[in-house]
């Protein structure tokens, strides 16, 4: 079964500083996606950046940028010049093409101003 | 706004009640995907209709069932309930159509509370 792991329960990060948040995951398939989730105070469920596993390029959405290590099977998150209102939980999660999503336990971000 | 509803968006209830929780997809979307999340259990799928059968299982109790109606609406079905079925329910729909990828959307969740 697939599984994801986020090992950092809590992050925390000055405001206009830049802060990584890990991600490793199982997998036996070689076709896959990885995404980072943002969970605000309100609860929905916003996509923040995607990964497709059969490209090397690593993913990036103006702030927000991963690093992609397929082999290692790592997904990190950074998030550049932070934000207050990044200040969230991050769920990594993992699904085949039709598949359903299968989520890390979260981090949750601080943003200190 | 993803397009996705969710009603109710809170519910509280007592042990032993039964509750329907209710998920309208985005027009054009065949395929729902119900979701828990909870304080122990964090995030995880339990249930997949497309076009109004059921397509994939996971991590759902027997106390719980779900079904997609003809106009693609989605109903789940809580029973029995107990206080650690308290948590966050999230419905998200998807096209599922093709061999391309097709994004999950979220609708903004139903807080079940059983007291």
């Known amino acids: 079964a697939q599984t994801v792991t986020q090992s950092q329960p809590e992050m925390s990060v000055q405001e206009a500083e830049t802060v990584t948040l890990s991600c490793t995951y199982d997998?036996?398939?070689?076709?896959?996606?990885l995404f980072w989730y943002k969970q605000p105070p309100s609860r929905q469920m916003i996509l923040v950046i995607r990964?497709?596993?059969?490209?090397?390029q690593n993913a990036t959405e103006n702030r927000f940028s991963v690093n992609f290590q397929k082999a290692a099977k790592s997904f990190s998150l950074k998030i550049s010049d932070s934000q207050l209102g990044d200040a969230a939980m991050y769920f990594c999660?993992?699904?085949?093409?039709?598949?359903?999503?299968?989520f890390g336990k979260g981090t949750r971000l601080s943003v200190i101003a | 706004d993803s397009g996705v509803t969710q009603t109710p968006k809170h519910l509280i209830t007592a042990t032993g009640q039964r509750v329907t929780l209710r998920c309208s997809p985005r027009?054009?979307?065949?395929?729902v995907y119900w979701y828990q999340q909870s304080l122990d259990q964090g995030l995880q799928f339990l249930i997949q209709?497309?076009?109004?059968?059921?397509?994939a299982k996971g991590n759902i109790l027997e106390r719980f069932s779900a079904q997609q109606f003809p106009d693609l609406h989605s109903e789940l079905n809580l029973s029995s309930l107990e206080l650690g079925d308290s948590a966050l329910y999230f419905c998200?729909?998807?096209?599922?159509?093709?061999?391309?990828?097709?994004?999950?959307?979220f609708g903004p969740g139903t807080r079940l509370t059983v007291l």
């Open positions: 990964q497709e596993a059969y490209k090397q």
């Open positions: 999660a993992y699904r085949t093409l039709k598949g359903p999503l299968v």
């Open positions: 997998t036996s398939e070689s076709d896959y996606y």
């Open positions: 027009s054009g979307d065949l395929s």
């Open positions: 209709y497309y076009n109004g059968e059921e397509r």
């Open positions: 998200a729909s998807s096209v599922f159509r093709g061999a391309t990828y097709n994004e999950q959307f």
